[in-house]
């Protein structure tokens, strides 16, 4: 039996302001979850409790419409689409139409379900200006078996390359998600996005969320693991741009500057959430990257704590974080 389904209590600004945080920035990215479903089984899938919550309960056109008229008339220039599995949402076009109208910039979170389909990526890839593909590995045996789903890797790179052959300078992104079953494969995934002509590539550490945090225990890289594996897999994009995500600066050598955390921005994420006796769709502001991260006693020596948002809240309940080495003034990750 199903919550009932009502707006959300909490009173509204008025349209036409723009959103502004702590710092004085302005809120322009949307984050929207079309989605509660998905194809593919990833092990690590931070929104797997999600999904099982909310699958009964579709996103409306409705609903989408009056998010995404909301949002830009307050300000909001930029909006990604997630999930699940975006693209089989039945008005997932209609949404980037809409977006568009609206004076967005559109991009989506995908397995490349089905901008692998050239027919439907022809129909899509006229307002769509950025796609994020979920690459986990070099090969179908890496990939499939993170994925959970066998032909997966054949449709995420076919999806990749229909995106760029059907539109040349569109931007396609890769991001793969690090565990213990791809770590040793990583610098080779890195180098076959950058072979496909990713202009960005993440490289995201396992986050302790949904099947995630399930299967922790299994999934979780050492974090001298990642300061040996990081700084290696960096190296291999020759012309796409890297960036980490949930890793702490002081595990990236000299590769620090690439992490995510200083090329964040603010969000508004909208999704299907719980409240006592309904349920509402509604938007959770996030002025920066620090969900699921704390700091250790070593991070308060260092001179990056500000900007640095540290480890996963998770590994520093279950395991000794000695590989953190804080920068200080006398050097970049050097404790002496």
Request: charged fraction near 20%; hydrophobic fraction near 40%; charge should be neutral.
């Amino acid at each position: 039996m199903h919550l009932p389904v009502l707006p959300s209590a909490a009173p509204k600004p008025a349209a036409d302001t723009p959103w502004i945080g702590p710092n004085g920035r302005a809120m322009e990215r949307l984050e929207l979850h079309l989605t509660y479903t998905c194809p593919e089984r990833c092990s690590f899938c931070s929104e797997e409790h999600r999904m099982k919550a909310y699958r009964g309960y579709p996103v409306t056109w409705g609903r989408v419409a009056t998010v995404l008229r909301l949002h830009a008339s307050r300000g909001v220039r930029g909006v990604h689409l997630t999930g699940g599995e975006p693209t089989i949402h039945p008005q997932f076009i209609e949404t980037l139409v809409l977006a568009k109208k609206l004076g967005m910039r559109t991009s989506v979170g995908t397995i490349g379900t089905r901008l692998a389909d050239e027919a439907f990526a022809r129909q899509a890839l006229p307002h769509l200006d950025e796609a994020l593909f979920s690459l986990h590995g070099p090969s179908a045996a890496v990939h499939d078996r993170m994925a959970g789903r066998d032909g997966s890797f054949a449709r995420v790179v076919l999806a990749l390359e229909n995106s760029l052959r059907l539109k040349p300078g569109f931007g396609a992104y890769v991001n793969t998600v690090v565990t213990r079953h791809n770590v040793d494969a990583l610098a080779d995934t890195v180098a076959l996005a950058d072979q496909l002509g990713a202009k960005l590539i993440v490289i995201s550490n396992t986050t302790p969320e949904g099947a995630g945090l399930d299967r922790y225990d299994e999934l979780a890289v050492p974090l001298d693991e990642l300061a040996r594996v990081l700084p290696l897999a960096a190296e291999r994009a020759a012309a796409a741009i890297v960036r980490f995500f949930g890793v702490p600066m002081c595990l990236l050598g000299a590769h620090s500057m690439l992490s995510n955390d200083l090329h964040w921005d603010p969000r508004v994420t909208v999704e299907w959430q719980s409240a006592p006796g309904k349920v509402v769709f509604d938007g959770i502001y996030s002025w920066a990257p620090d969900r699921k991260r704390v700091h250790t006693l070593a991070c308060e020596r260092c001179t990056r704590k500000g900007v640095c948002m540290g480890v996963f809240d998770r590994y520093a309940e279950l395991y000794p974080t000695e590989a953190l080495v804080p920068f200080t003034e006398s050097g970049a990750g050097d404790d002496a």
